[in-house]
């Protein structure tokens, strides 16, 4: 059974940065892109950031240049830094593989004040 755990929200600035992490267990993480949604309040859960099993990255056009995901596959975690937050930025994210998604985890939640 796949399991996904994230961690690392909070209540910030807007301005300020938090690192948000992913643990996977119950799969072989290396094999499968990795991305990071996250859903607002009344809206849909979106993509914001994915990264493929060889590195490569990409992001919504709304955090580019301010989010950046990363991977270490020995410890079977996905990281999203989140930098310049804005208070649309408010979210709980979750993270999943892009494809073949399974359950998803509980969420981290992140609250941006302005």
């Known amino acids: 059974q796949v399991t996904l755990v994230e961690s690392g929200g909070g209540l910030v600035q807007a301005g300020g940065s938090l690192r948000l992490s992913c643990a996977a267990s119950?799969?072989?993480?290396?094999?499968?892109?990795m991305g990071w949604y996250r859903q607002a309040p009344g809206k849909q859960r979106e993509l914001v950031a994915g990264?493929?099993?060889?590195?490569?990255?990409n992001y919504a056009d709304s955090v580019k240049g301010r989010f950046t995901i990363s991977r270490d596959n020995a410890k079977n975690t996905v990281f999203l830094q989140m930098n310049s937050l804005k208070p649309e930025d408010t979210a709980v994210y979750y993270c999943?593989?892009?494809?073949?998604?399974?359950?998803w985890g509980q969420g981290t939640q992140v609250t941006v004040s302005s």
């Open positions: 999943n593989r892009v494809r073949y998604r399974v359950g």
């Open positions: 119950g799969m072989i993480f290396r094999g499968y892109d």
């Open positions: 990264i493929t099993t060889g590195g490569s990255t």
